[in-house]
Structure formats: structure tokens, C-alpha cells
């Protein structure tokens, strides 16, 4: 039997509770976005999504055709209110790629989010990194949206992201993106280096 899938990555979210972790996850997995808040994890540690990805044509080889991937992507989830200190080894263990999360109405999250960068850096110091502004669904107005994109390309480039989206789970924008743009950096990621 061939093997299903090109590459297994590990992603886990970060960011203060309530920022909307759990449910970015559940409009990526499920399509769906429910008002009320997920108390706890999922019910697992991780959950698993499959999908293929193109890669771009590699300008440094012979072969210059972009290619799909089959990669199966493991999606950690931190439950309820987990302090930075208290994340455990297992959760951060193999995790290839990390996306930080915040959101847009709450400064502390914005702040504190240098606290889990951190962690990141000192637990998974290889790992890909983006930072989601999330619930952009509630800025009100041109010059709100316009403070939220200023003040995350401050802290991409402050955190030195691969790459930066703002988010909304409710609306759904721009979570696929961000899932996608990972899964894509990551096997390009693993495609340079065995090559
Ligand atoms: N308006 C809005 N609310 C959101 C969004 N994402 C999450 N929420 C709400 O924020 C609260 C916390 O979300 P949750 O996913 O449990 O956050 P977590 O603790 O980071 O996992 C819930 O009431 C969600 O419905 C969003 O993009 N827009
Ligand atoms: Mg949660």
C-alpha cells in the first residue's frame, strides 16, 4: 500500500485564552463558527486535517515544475487557560510550525503575546512562525482596520514571522490562508533541505 501522505507537520496555536485559538481551528476543520466560548480543549490533544499543497517551482533546480503535496497536518490546541509556564514539553515537542495568536480588541493579548514568542523561541527555535491578528470581524471603520494591519506588521517584524494574517473565525477570513501559507512554507522548508 503506498503511503498516504508526502509529510506530517505539527502546528500548534499560541496566545493568551480567549483570543480565539479554539475557534480558528474549528472554522478551519469545520466551517463553522459558534458566539459562545469552546471551555476546553477539543477533547483531544491535537486534530488532524488533511489537504494537498503546490509547491512553487524551485528556481535553483533543473526541474523547475511546481508539485503537489499530500501533507497531513496536526493541529494543536492549548487547552482552557494555560499559562505560558505551565505549556508542557509534549505540547511544544516536534512542532514544526507555531502561529501566535491575538486579538485586535485586546491589548494585553497584543502585549503578552511577546511572552509566548519566548517560549517559542526557546522550545521550538527552528519553527516556522506566524502571528494572527485575530477577530478583525470587530473593528469598526477604515482607520481601525488600518491601526490593526499597522500594528501587526510591527510585531511579524518585531517576532521575525515568516508571515502575518489578520483573521477573523467568524467570518472565516483569511483562515484557510493562514493554514495553507504554513503547510505550503513548511514543505517548501523541508523540500530545500533534502534537496
Ligand atoms: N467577533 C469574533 N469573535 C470571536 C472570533 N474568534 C473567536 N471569537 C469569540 O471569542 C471567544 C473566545 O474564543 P475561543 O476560540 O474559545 O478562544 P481561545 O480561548 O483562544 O481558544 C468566543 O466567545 C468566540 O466566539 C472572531 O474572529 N470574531
Ligand atoms: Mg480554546
Redesign the pocket.
Known sequence: MSQEYDYLFKVV?L??????????I?RYLKNI???????QTLGANFLIKRLNVITEADSHSDIAIPAEKRVLLQIW??A?HMRTTQVKEHFYRGAAGCLL?Y?VENQDSYDNLALWYGDVKKKMPNAKIAVLA?????CEGVQEVQKAHHDLQEIAKEFEAQFRFG?????GENVEEAFTQMTRSLVQGSETRSS
Open positions: 496555536l496566545g493568551e485564552p480567549r483570543v480565539g485559538k479554539t475557534s480558528l474549528v463558527f459558534s458566539s459562545g466560548e469552546y471551555a490546541d492549548l482552557g495568536v486579538d485575530n477577530k478583525l470581524d470587530l483573521t477573523s473565525a467568524k467570518t
